[in-house]
């Protein structure tokens, strides 16, 4: 190689005593190789301070470095959260991440999707509850001959193009809990109509009730939107109820956090007065006073493995696609005082 001359993949090769295949598995992190290999290889690229050029990558590929975020999810916590997932993964890789906020009750969603896509030549898209809910908008993906992960509440797809938790169940176990604590007049705040997530959620707190010999009561039940608003609403409903719950669940932590807003404002204290228990564990729920007893609900976990399948597809059958949600006990909740 001249002085001064930058060093190419072929140098790399050559030096290595490897083939230029073996190199672009080195470079794209492929999981095919021996690790000797790699270091090898890894080795003299640090050595002669070899770049790979991603311009004439993508032109051979007819793809960028990109991954696309597409959602339409009034939780920002959730979104942010799936983005910090997204970046655990793709951070030092040539990859980057593009999001794209749509509004799933356009006429023309298909079509913005599709010209997303296509304008920004995407190595892959993860699509994100509930537009990963419809078949349409994924088979759209699959004829753009673009990777693709959905994100979900149950399973959508095959392991290879999905990762979903358990919310039914852990929702159910969550209201077992509050019965165990001597709770049996439990409100409920549904999540909003249309999302897979919400009637997943909405069913585990039903069959946590039936488990118990209990049914929910319509005074002590509402539906919002993901959203504080909502929750607040949603609050003073079952607060002006003739018999208020004892305690409550919300389908989300920011719907509790304006359910423990709507209670304060009536002068009653939370937990002493009524418990409430969300779900996510977003930031919101650790920060709120009382500290918000919560549903985890492994949101980084998900997407840092979605985009693991999204960057490394050969290899995305080995990754978990199914991840359990687990309750996480704070100061929100407590046995019924009767």
């Given at each position: 190689?001249?002085?001064?001359?930058?060093?190419?993949?072929?140098?790399?090769?050559?030096?290595?005593?490897?083939?230029?295949?073996?190199?672009?598995?080195?470079?794209?992190?492929?999981?095919?190789?021996?690790?000797?290999?790699?270091?090898?290889?890894?080795?003299?690229?640090?050595?002669?301070?070899?770049?790979?050029?991603?311009?004439?990558?993508?032109?051979?590929?007819?793809?960028?470095?990109?991954?696309?975020?597409?959602?339409?999810?009034?939780?920002?916590?959730?979104?942010?959260?799936?983005?910090?997932?997204i970046l655990d993964t793709i951070r030092d890789t040539?990859?980057?991440?593009?999001?794209?906020?749509?509004?799933?009750?356009?006429?023309?969603?298909?079509?913005?999707?599709?010209?997303?896509?296509?304008?920004?030549?995407?190595?892959?898209?993860?699509?994100?509850?509930?537009?990963?809910?419809?078949?349409?908008?994924?088979?759209?993906?699959?004829?753009?001959?673009?990777?693709?992960?959905?994100?979900?509440?149950?399973?959508?797809?095959?392991?290879?193009?999905?990762?979903?938790?358990?919310?039914?169940?852990?929702?159910?176990?969550?209201?077992?809990?509050?019965?165990?604590?001597?709770?049996?007049?439990?409100?409920?705040?549904?999540?909003?109509?249309?999302?897979?997530?919400?009637?997943?959620?909405?069913?585990?707190?039903?069959?946590?009730?039936?488990?118990?010999?209990?049914?929910l009561d319509p005074a002590i039940a509402a539906r919002?939107?993901?959203?504080?608003?909502?929750?607040?609403?949603?609050?003073?409903?079952?607060?002006?109820?003739?018999?208020?719950?004892?305690?409550?669940?919300?389908?989300?932590?920011?719907?509790?956090?304006?359910?423990?807003?709507?209670?304060?404002?009536?002068?009653?204290?939370?937990?002493?007065?009524?418990?409430?228990?969300?779900?996510?564990?977003?930031?919101?729920?650790?920060?709120?006073?009382?500290?918000?007893?919560t549903v985890r609900w492994p949101i980084r976990t998900?997407?840092?493995?979605?985009?693991?399948?999204?960057?490394?597809?050969?290899?995305?059958?080995?990754?978990?696609?199914?991840?359990?949600?687990?309750?996480?006990?704070?100061?929100?909740?407590?046995?019924?005082?009767?």
């Amino acid at each position: 190689m001249a002085e001064g001359q930058k060093p190419t993949i072929n140098d790399v090769a050559r030096i290595s005593g490897v083939s230029k295949k073996t190199v672009s598995r080195v470079i794209n992190k492929s999981p095919l190789l021996g690790e000797a290999t790699r270091k090898k290889v890894e080795a003299v690229i640090a050595e002669l301070g070899f770049v790979p050029n991603l311009q004439a990558r993508a032109l051979a590929m007819g793809r960028n470095f990109l991954i696309g975020l597409i959602h339409d999810n009034p939780n920002a916590q959730m979104v942010l959260g799936v983005q910090e997932g997204i970046l655990d993964t793709i951070r030092d890789t040539e990859f980057a991440l593009v999001v794209h906020p749509v509004n799933r009750h356009s006429p023309t969603l298909a079509d913005d999707i599709r010209r997303f896509i296509e304008q920004q030549r995407l190595y892959g898209v993860m699509l994100l509850p509930p537009l990963s809910e419809r078949d349409d908008l994924a088979e759209l993906c699959r004829d753009l001959g673009c990777t693709l992960v959905r994100m979900g509440s149950a399973r959508l797809d095959d392991d290879e193009h999905l990762v979903a938790s358990n919310d039914r169940q852990a929702v159910s176990e969550a209201v077992a809990w509050l019965v165990e604590l001597g709770h049996t007049r439990i409100g409920f705040v549904a999540g909003p109509e249309g999302f897979r997530s919400a009637n997943e959620r909405e069913q585990g707190f039903l069959d946590g009730l039936a488990a118990a010999g209990l049914t929910l009561d319509p005074a002590i039940a509402a539906r919002g939107t993901y959203r504080f608003e909502s929750g607040k609403a949603a609050g003073e409903k079952l607060l002006s109820a003739a018999e208020p719950p004892t305690a409550v669940f919300s389908s989300n932590d920011e719907m509790a956090a304006g359910i423990l807003h709507a209670a304060r404002e009536r002068g009653l204290n939370v937990p002493e007065d009524m418990s409430i228990i969300g779900f996510d564990d977003t930031a919101t729920a650790a920060h709120i006073w009382p500290p918000l007893t919560t549903v985890r609900w492994p949101i980084r976990t998900m997407a840092s493995t979605a985009a693991a399948k999204l960057i490394r597809p050969a290899s995305a059958a080995s990754e978990p696609s199914f991840f359990l949600s687990d309750l996480i006990r704070r100061a929100s909740a407590v046995p019924h005082r009767s």
